[in-house]
């Protein structure tokens, strides 16, 4: 049994993906399917022996869609002791040349990588599309959008003698409708009417086979009219067509099209930037010389040389030295960790300042880092419950609306005839007819989620969410339970001095603190430049220091004004054999700070704590959320006293910390599991796996692309208030999405009965398409109206 993931053209739709896992599911040989729509990808577990790609390939192909490449990324055959490398294979079943050897991609996991390439290879397709999309888009909205008013214009102006009718006389104008119909429907509205040829063939409907049907009736019926005008009089039928219809159904559906396309474009960018972090090259000691490597040939036991600055290549112990590294990209703590001997070091973490030398214990696909990558491939791939309403309506409603059109015909012919010439009863029978195709042409329904959605999404940008997708909104209003990270989301992502305790009765705290940061600005260490900051702030001046030294894993010491002065932990202070308060200390790390003590060779001077700050919104926000009735967890891999004195002044209701990023994802799949709706907010790299994982992931625009590309909102600034706005961003624009399907709906379920003539033989009443089509641009034009509501509401 083999697993491939396919990259697949021709979605364009949540349906879409419905029909090609029923049709794959259903090949002889294949196991298990799930299409993805959001990536465009199919996850098919196979048994070549039985089924082969271009099978697979042949099998959708009937239907529209198209295989653009694969990968194979489990089941690999060993070859002499070493995993055989994996290679792309296209869909006629030749192998691609560009088959990694044995050791290539070795630094990132095989599942990872594959997936990764067959997104990139698709995703030159699929900017080829977008670009022939945005085209299409430009050339016709102008146009419906100018037809959309006239059509407004002379529906007012009926039975209204105080309303001009167009200047242009109404055959030139019915002419110059017909030459754009043409166009846009044979052109923009190629994909719906393929759309009917796959209802027709397959019996397969989807949103395009709906306005497809609607779109043609009315361009048909349309062109008889103005083509054949003997004919339409011998009928008795009126001169009014439905061009317009065709020109602005097919012009804002099509819009939406290239705007949910646009949004999924960057789809597999945020494996991209995650593969993009590891290290490409290793300084190892080979023969007692330092060798500089591609970081595919680190093999495990390796000593490895790392350099003040750089990157670390892969897992491993210290064996040798000491340094501050900053492992914030897979922590998410902003507060670099102090390293010596014996001490972890993370691969793609960043060496902060000194020498060391560690042993490889981990390479390739068991590395941190490309853990991490599989499990965001792995979120990204699954399938979220969601389906879109239109297209779960679209496979009942077309074959009903289709079966009422020619049954009112077919009675009009066969029991009309009885009581009216067979000219009358063809006559009412093509009204009927085009009258029930008319009045269910989702116009209203077409732009019932679009419009919402365009406005809803714009009045975010103003309030600086961005939403990557539809989809997000959709989901999020449905979310109860909010998950946060607790550095750069709740706080502010950096350390700063938060107390200053002075312990000295004959120097003052300005003066102390003037004179440790002038000590502190000597050092590289992060923690130093906190207090620097700080006295920078109160525009304290810095004083010269003399003999300034680094004590490792301690602190610093240097004279000033002749004067030697230490700042360090407490065990610098043990060290020195100076005596001092522990309270103050016992409290500060209580509370998960970070003491920092200063002193002469005698004494404590000053206690300074050092901790990563609230953000001003974020008291505000959990308690916006808390209205909302939505419970706020925080997850954070930091210890836990700083995690619950931190939960404890936000009022969050519950507290997972020192909590390692593989585990946050697993949270958040517990939470789901239990039958919560999760959103996830972080914006650290190891947020990104729970961001892909929650049903709605929500990045802070302050932290790193990865969280932003994982995530389906992001937060610009990183102000934590904006996740309440988002809430009740999402919640009014679906509440306004469903207002607009009933709209759209309750004119067919009224009118289509009307249109197919059930009223006639009781009181003669028979709806004319004319009135038809005033009914559908009436449901349209409600549906924009109550869209454009969204400009106005608060968040």
């Known amino acids: 049994m083999e697993k491939i993931t396919l990259s697949i ?5 949540a349906s879409c993906a419905m029909t090609i896992e029923k049709v794959i599911s259903k090949l002889d040989g294949v196991s298990a399917v799930n299409v993805n729509f959001a990536t465009e990808n199919a996850l098919v577990e196979y048994e070549p022996e039985k089924i082969s790609i271009s099978g697979i390939n042949d099998a959708i192909k009937k239907y529209g869609y198209e295989i653009l490449d694969s990968l194979q990324i489990s089941g690999l055959k060993k070859t002499g002791g070493q995993e055989s490398a994996s290679c792309r294979i296209l869909p006629d079943g030749q192998t691609d040349e560009s088959c990694a050897s044995p050791v290539s991609g070795k630094n990132i996991s095989d599942k990872a990588q594959n997936t990764y390439n067959t997104q990139n290879t698709g995703k030159q397709a699929r900017l080829a599309d977008l670009e022939d999309k945005k085209i299409k888009v430009y050339f016709v909205m102008p146009i419906a959008i100018m037809v959309f008013v006239l059509m407004m214009w002379e529906i007012a102006a009926t039975g209204n003698k105080q309303i001009p009718y167009f200047f242009l006389p109404h055959e030139l104008y019915s002419i110059i409708l017909l030459i754009l119909a043409s166009v846009v429907l044979f052109w923009i509205g190629r994909p ?14 989807n949103m395009d086979t709906l306005v497809g049907i609607g779109t043609l009736s009315a361009y048909l019926y349309s062109a008889l009219i103005v083509l054949f005008p003997n004919i339409r009089d011998y009928l008795g039928l009126p001169i009014m067509n439905y061009f317009d219809v065709t020109i602005v159904v097919i012009g804002f559906v099509y819009m939406g099209k290239y705007l949910e396309a646009s949004s999924k474009i960057r789809t597999g960018e945020a494996i991209e930037k995650l593969i993009n972090l590891a290290a490409k090259t290793a300084v190892v000691l080979r023969e007692n010389a330092e060798v500089e490597i591609p970081v595919e040939q680190v093999e495990i036991n390796d000593i490895v040389v ?19 590294i900053d492992e914030s990209m897979v922590t998410g703590e902003s507060i670099p960790v102090d390293k010596k001997e014996g001490s972890a070091v993370i691969g793609g973490t960043i060496n902060k300042q000194g020498s060391f030398k560690f042993k490889a214990t981990r390479i390739g696909s068991d590395t ?10 792995e979120a990204q791939g699954s399938k979220a419950p969601i389906q879109r309403l239109a297209d779960k309506i679209s496979g009942i409603f077309v074959p009903i609306v289709m079966g009422i059109a020619f049954a009112a015909l077919a009675t009009w012919l066969i029991a009309g005839r009885i009581y009216m010439p067979l000219n009358e009863a063809f006559r009412f029978g093509l009204l009927s007819f085009v009258g029930v195709l008319v009045i269910a042409c989702p116009c209203a329904l077409g732009l019932a989620t679009p419009t919402a959605i365009i406005v809803g999404v714009g009045k975010g940008a103003q309030y600086g969410i961005l939403i990557k997708n539809a989809e997000s909104l959709e989901k999020l209003h449905r979310v109860n339970t909010i998950v946060v990270d607790k550095t750069g989301t709740i706080t502010k992502g950096e350390p700063s001095v938060t107390d200053f305790l002075l312990n000295a009765d004959d120097i003052d705290e300005k003066t102390a603190l003037k004179m440790i940061a002038s000590l502190e600005n000597n050092s590289e260490h992060p923690l130093a430049q906190s207090i620097v900051k700080k006295a920078k702030s109160l525009a304290e001046g810095l004083i010269e220091v003399t003999g300034f030294l680094n004590l490792e894993g301690m602190g610093i010491k240097g004279d000033i004004e002749g004067s030697t002065y230490y700042a360090g932990n407490p065990g610098l202070m043990d060290s020195l054999g100076i005596k001092y308060d522990r309270n103050p ?5 209580g509370q998960g700070k970070t003491p920092v003590l200063f002193a002469d060779n005698k004494r404590v001077i000053a206690t300074i704590a050092i901790a990563d700050t609230l953000k001003e919104s974020s008291i505000k926000a959990v308690s916006e959320l808390h209205k909302l009735g939505i419970k706020v967890i925080m997850i954070s891999g930091d210890n836990k006293n700083t995690a619950e004195n931190i939960a404890r002044q936000v009022g969050i209701d519950q507290v997972y910390a020192e909590v390692l990023p593989k585990d946050k994802a697993l949270k958040v799949r517990e939470l789901q599991q239990s039958g919560l709706s999760v959103a996830m907010a972080g914006d650290g790299i190891n947020d990104a796996p729970a961001l892909v994982q929650a049903d709605v992931g929500i990045a802070m625009g302050t932290g790193t692309d990865v969280a932003i590309e994982s995530a389906d909102i992001t937060l610009l600034a990183g102000d934590i208030i904006k996740i309440p706005q988002a809430v009740k961003l999402s919640r009014k624009t679906m509440r306004t999405i469903r207002q607009n399907l009933f709209w759209a709906f309750i004119y067919n379920l009224i009118g289509i009965p009307v249109a197919a003539g059930l009223l006639y033989p009781l009181w003669g009443i028979l709806l004319n398409p004319v009135f038809a089509g005033l009914a559908m641009a009436f449901s349209s034009v409600s549906v924009v109206v109550n869209s454009l509501r969204l400009r106005f509401a608060k968040l």
């Open 9 to 13: 053209k021709g979605m364009t739709c």
């Open 192 to 205: 719906f009417l393929k759309g009917i040829v796959n209802f027709i063939r397959y019996r397969a409907a």
């Open 306 to 324: 790392v350099k003040p600055g750089g990157k670390i290549p892969v897992d491993g112990t210290i064996i040798e030295g000491f340094s501050s």
């Open 368 to 377: 941190m880092l490309a853990r991490i990558i599989n499990m965001v491939e």
């Open 585 to 589: 200390v016992t409290e500060i790390t």
